[in-house]
């Protein structure tokens, strides 16, 4: 365990900031591109119509709100997603929470993701150097290490988080970044946190703060 | 290979073009469903498809029929059908003079690499095709987790 | 109720030829998918139509081999303003109804 930390010292800072977008195939970028063709934007269009039913009466404009999480809020990391449930504890990723999320997210798109102190992220980044599941492997395995190789037929992206909540041709349906973690635990045969986990939300808050600040792009398309 | 078989199979295409039911065998049940045995002839239909899809789960395919769309002459219906795909009626699309123009687009799912052949049914009865052959690097619908 | 977004071209004179777009919220389950471990069941859209001033300008067959949230691109001959009507059903004979307008200068 102890050379994980020899691992941690990887420079991920010398690595480039890629988004998922630069490994997505020429169909995933033109279907991105297309406001109109972008399955994602069916749920921009329901949360514009929940955002005004239920959040208007006290909130304005979402501009540049997005870009503002997961950020730190009494010592643990906090989730969009999470404080959006705010008012009404809707079911994890359900078209509710997800519209909503996704129609916040999309008002700060093209902005650049905040950095959160990097005093504040080691839970997160322990969590993503920590090796789990029966294949025993970590996100950095990957996510750093391989980023650019091949798993398969598919590209390994870096496993940016700029891109969530993301319409992931897999899925044929949108989904959350805890979504595609706990998907990814899944295929590690690892035990899968569930949404809202402390576990989740500190790898968030993480990979904000190894995003660099890549732009939002919400809603993507991925693979 | 000796000569004459050579000359008959270098000849082959020559000898397609043009000839009916080249993209689809008319005894394969579900086109028999719909032409009920009439010749199918490759021509007047254009079916775009990449010939690689890196993701099986969304195509982006267009179906165009050369026809003036006239009260006349007009395209009743283009049939899309998968050779692989569980389902092989993928969708069918029904116009008219009311259409203007015979060009419908979508995005489709495909059960890896296959081809995929276009019928288009003409207000004269006629029905013609075009076939497209797509390498898909990951199937849809029995493919992932 | 699902959502569709249509798009409808501006400009249009009487006589033209116009291109309609729309997108449907579905999810088009094929019935492989698996969800923790278990079967989703088979819901696809199977008939969709649309209606321009009442008269039936576009009809589809859909199954699941058409990918989710269906997109759709077809042509029409623009007379005079009116109202686009989209229809859908799917197999677990769940309607969907969207409209859009058209102007026809």
Not at chain 3, 62 to 90: C, H, Q
């Amino acid at each position: 365990m102890k050379w994980i930390g020899i691992l941690a010292l990887v420079p991920v800072l010398a690595m480039a900031q890629r988004s998922g977008l630069d490994y997505s195939s020429e169909e995933v970028r033109r279907l991105q591109a297309s406001d109109f063709e972008n399955p994602g934007m069916l749920w921009v269009d329901q949360g514009e119509k929940l955002f005004k039913q239920h959040c208007a009466a006290c909130h304005a404009s979402m501009k540049g709100v997005a870009a503002r999480y997961p950020r730190v809020e009494g010592g643990k990391a906090v989730t969009l997603e999470q404080k959006i449930r705010h008012q009404r504890p809707m079911a994890w990723e359900s078209d509710e929470l997800l519209a909503l999320t996704t129609y916040v997210a999309h008002q700060s798109r093209g902005m650049a993701m905040h950095r959160p102190a990097e005093s504040s992220v080691q839970k997160g980044r322990e969590e993503y150097f920590r090796r789990r599941g029966q294949m025993n492997l970590a996100c950095a395995h990957c996510h750093d290490r391989h980023a650019g190789d091949k798993l398969g037929a598919e590209t390994l992206s870096q496993g940016q988080p700029n891109g969530y909540p993301s319409y992931r041709l897999e899925w044929q349906k949108l989904g959350s970044l805890q979504r595609r973690l706990r998907a990814c635990m899944f295929g590690l045969h690892a035990e899968v946190p569930a949404f809202g986990d402390e576990l989740l939300n500190e790898l968030e808050l993480y990979l904000a703060w190894r995003a660099q600040g890549l732009p939002i792009e919400a809603p993507s398309v991925r693979r | 290979m000796k000569r004459r078989a050579f000359l008959a199979l270098a000849a082959f295409p020559l000898y397609a073009a043009g000839q009916a039911n080249v993209h689809i065998s008319t005894t394969d049940p579900l086109v028999f469903a719909l032409t009920k045995g009439r010749d199918v002839l490759p021509g007047k239909v254009k079916l775009d498809l990449p010939a690689v899809a890196d993701n099986g789960n969304s195509v982006a395919m267009t179906v165009s029929v050369e026809s003036p769309m006239t009260e006349k002459e007009f395209v009743r219906a283009v049939h899309l059908i998968s050779e692989r795909n569980p389902v092989r009626d993928m969708a069918t699309f029904y116009l008219g003079p009311h259409s203007g123009r015979a060009e419908v687009s979508s995005r489709i799912r495909l059960n890896g690499t296959q081809r995929v052949v276009a019928i288009a049914e003409l207000s004269d009865g006629s029905f013609w095709s075009a076939a497209a052959q797509i390498e898909v690097r990951e199937a849809a619908c029995t493919d992932g987790s | 109720m699902a959502l569709a977004r249509i798009q409808v071209p501006t400009g249009v004179k009487p006589g033209d030829v116009v291109e309609i777009r729309v997108v449907i919220q579905h999810p088009m389950e094929t019935g492989y998918r698996r969800e923790q471990g278990q079967r989703v069941k088979r819901n696809a859209i199977h008939s969709m139509a649309c209606k321009y001033n009442g008269a039936e300008v576009f009809r589809a067959t859909l199954s699941t081999g058409v990918a989710a949230n269906p997109y759709i691109r077809f042509f029409m001959r623009a007379k005079e303003s009116g109202d686009l009507d989209f229809w859908w059903l799917d197999d677990d004979d769940v309607e969907g109804r969207a409209k859009a307008r058209l102007v026809v200068a």
